[in-house]
C-alpha cells in the first residue's frame, strides 16, 4: 500500500531488482558477493561470463529455487522470500522459465509440453489450450513438429521448444538459462 492506502501498481517498481545479493550454496565460499542491478519494463537483460561464473546460479536466486544467503531479490517491488515464501509463490505464475538443458517431459509430445502449464493453471478448454500450445510453438518455429517426442528433434529445437513453454502462460517475465547455445 502506498501513503494513501491505495495498493500499488506493478509498473511503479522495476520488474526485477536485485540488492546487495550474495550467491553461494550452503557452507561453500560464496560463487558472488554484493551483486545489484535493476531490470526495468521491456528491458532485455543479460547475464553474460564464462562456464562457471555463476549465471546460472544468479538466475536460481531471480526465480526462488535457491535463497539469496544474504542480499534481497525484488520482483515488482515486493521481496521474493517475504512471508516465509508466500510471494514467491505467487510470483512463479508471473514468469516463465527456459532451462539451460531444455527440460522438456521425454514422454510428452512437443505439444503436450506447452499445453501442460496451461492445463495446470488456467481454465481454459482443452480446445484452446490446444490451439494456444501450436500458436505458440508457431512462434518458434516449431509448427508441423506438435507431436514429436523431444527425443525425435535437435537440441536446439529442443531449447526452441522450451522458449515456447516458457511463453505458454504469457508471462510478465522470462527467464532463459543459456538460450543461445546449442542452437541450430
Known amino acids: 500500500m502506498d501513503t494513501t492506502g491505495k495498493p500499488e501498481k506493478k509498473d511503479e ?11 553461494a550454496y550452503g557452507s561453500n565460499p560464496p560463487i558472488l558477493e554484493n551483486l545489484n542491478f535493476s531490470i526495468e519494463k521491456g ?3 543479460g547475464i553474460l561470463g564464462g ?5 546460472s546460479s ?5 526465480i526462488g529455487l535457491v535463497r539469496p544467503r544474504k542480499g534481497k531479490v525484488f520482483i515488482f517491488g515486493q521481496d521474493l522470500w517475504a512471508e516465509d515464501g508466500r510471494y514467491l509463490n505467487q510470483c512463479r505464475r508471473q514468469f516463465g ?6 527440460a522438456l517431459f521425454g514422454s510428452m509430445t512437443l505439444l503436450e509440453n506447452v499445453s501442460m502449464p496451461m492445463l495446470e493453471f488456467t481454465d ?3 480446445e484452446a489450450v490446444t490451439t494456444a500450445a501450436k500458436l505458440k510453438l508457431s512462434l518458434v518455429g516449431l509448427d508441423g513438429y506438435e507431436y514429436y517426442q523431444p ?6 529445437m529442443q531449447k526452441r521448444a522450451a522458449i515456447a513453454r516458457a511463453l505458454a502462460l504469457d508471462p510478465h517475465l ?3 538459462d543459456e538460450p543461445s547455445a546449442g542452437l541450430d
Not at 13 to 23: R, S
Not at 151 to 156: H, K, L, Q
Open 174 to 176: 522470462i527467464f532463459l
Open 97 to 102: 522459465m527456459m532451462y539451460q538443458a531444455g
Open 151 to 156: 527425443a525425435r528433434i535437435s537440441g536446439g
Open 13 to 23: 517498481f522495476p520488474p526485477v531488482k536485485v540488492e546487495n545479493l550474495t550467491v
Open 124 to 126: 481454459m478448454t482443452p
Open 51 to 55: 562456464s562457471g561464473s555463476g549465471k
Open 43 to 45: 528491458e532485455v537483460f
Open 58 to 62: 544468479v538466475l536460481r536466486n531471480l
